[in-house]
């Protein structure tokens, strides 16, 4: 079975048991610490994806480093996943549940791509506009790609709207690649 597949059945499970109980806030915030960790330190991924190191000490290591920055809930779930020893998968888990979270509270992550920094009213424009399209709220993740030339890249979900000067040129390049000088029309 695939790390997302597992992921995506454990995230699942947390968010309906927290919903349930009206923690859906609390277990996002646990969630977030869990996968900065997770992505922070390698030597606590080497742990949770060691054969050799058993349950109980894993267990122990996870009590220790969370002990106070996490929930009942979370941490109790956290136990479950050991015990199942489905330990390798929490960093995936915790991003799905975020993934899960996003959806429900009607969020959109949106990638903006750019060849220089932008100000703070293009940034309020582009929110504006891909909240009305969206209907939902934008989390906006910028990066400066100096290979795009000029223009911008606008991603989330399936959708991608490329104004870069760098894809014009490409664009150009492939139609002038397909014109055959040799060829005369009449």
Do not use: W
Not at 3 to 8: C, K, P, S
Not at 148 to 165: C, E, R
């Amino acid at each position: 079975m695939s790390h997302t597949l597992i992921a995506q059945r454990y995230a699942r499970a947390i968010f309906e048991l927290a919903l349930e109980m009206n923690l859906v806030e609390q277990v996002r915030n646990d969630m977030e610490t869990i996968l900065s960790v997770c992505e922070t330190s390698k030597d606590f991924d080497l742990m949770l994806r060691s054969p050799v190191i058993r349950a109980e000490k894993k267990q122990k290591v996870v009590k220790a480093i969370f002990g106070d920055k996490v929930g009942e809930l979370s941490m109790r779930y956290m136990g479950i996943i050991i015990r199942k020893k489905r330990e390798e998968y929490l960093r995936y888990i915790a991003g799905e549940f975020i993934s899960i979270y996003k959806k429900f509270k009607n969020i959109f992550t949106v990638h903006f791509q750019s060849a220089s920094a932008i100000t703070d009213e293009i940034r309020r424009k582009v929110v504006e506009l891909l909240e009305k399209q969206t209907g939902g709220s934008i989390e906006l993740v910028e990066e400066v790609k100096k290979e795009l030339v000029g223009g911008f890249v606008l991603s989330y979900d399936d959708y991608k709207y490329d104004a870069s000067i760098a894809y014009q040129l490409r664009r150009l390049r492939k139609g002038a690649a397909e014109i055959n000088l040799y060829i005369r029309g009449i």
